[in-house]
């Protein structure tokens, strides 16, 4: 069970990016699924949560109005939007799944880990 992000990229500030999770070899719906970040120099964080009902979480108040998380269950992938994005957002951004129907910041309850992806926010 292998998540794999994609999207990540240089981007100027103020401008957007949208990240996707997907998955082979299992149905992300039935899962639920976070998004963490993790910038230089500091621990990694929770950001946004999406149970398998669709209730999203906010972890991070500072991307609140600006970071957006949905699923599309017929292409098995999980969005993360990111719209008027600051150098603060600099970092690897992980999506990370775990079998129990409810949303959690806590990385060790998180088994299933993608490699991630950079986003850089730089003029």
């Known amino acids: 069970l292998q998540p794999v992000e994609s999207g990540g990229g240089l981007v100027q500030p103020g401008g957007s990016l949208r990240l996707s999770c997907t998955a082979s070899?299992?149905?992300?719906?039935?899962?639920?699924i976070s998004w963490f970040r993790q910038a230089p120099g500091k621990e990694r964080e929770a950001v946004l949560c999406i149970s398998p009902a669709g209730n999203t979480t906010l972890y991070k108040n500072s991307v609140k109005g600006r970071f957006t998380m949905s699923r599309d269950s017929a292409k098995n992938t999980v969005w993360l939007q990111m719209n008027r994005l600051q150098s603060e957002d600099t970092a690897v951004y992980y999506c990370?799944?775990?079998?129990?129907?409810?949303?959690?910041?806590?990385?060790?309850?998180?088994?299933?880990w993608g490699q991630g992806t950079q986003v850089t926010v730089s003029s």
């Open positions: 990370a799944v775990r079998h129990y129907h409810l949303c959690s910041d806590d990385r060790p309850n998180y088994p299933y």
């Open positions: 070899g299992f149905t992300l719906r039935y899962y639920t």
